[in-house]
């Protein structure tokens, strides 16, 4: 599953379905290298991830994306 996440993260053609399924991986070195880098993740996709995170790892994931939006950026601010 790790090499998969990481020779899929920034395939643009990749099915949404299996982005998610990586992205939710409890693994980090499965779900990380999609999370930050998949530009197949919708932004309601990713402020899911920040609602749901239960690492830190996940969150700084999505703040190291490459674009961050305000909604996204406030979700991050808004967790405990």
């Known amino acids: ?20 399924t990586l992205s939710r991986d409890d693994v980090d070195e499965v ?14 996709d990713i ?8 690492k830190v790892t996940r969150m700084t994931a999505v703040a190291g994306r ?3 939006s305000s909604r996204i950026t406030a979700a991050l601010m808004d967790t405990k």
């Open 1 to 20: 599953r790790k090499v998969l996440a990481e020779n899929l993260k920034e395939n643009p053609g990749v099915p949404r379905d299996l982005i998610l």
């Open 31 to 44: 779900a990380l290298p999609v999370i930050h880098s998949s530009d197949v993740l919708t932004e309601q």
């Open 47 to 54: 402020l899911d991830i920040v609602r749901s995170a239960q």
């Open 66 to 68: 490459k674009q961050v």
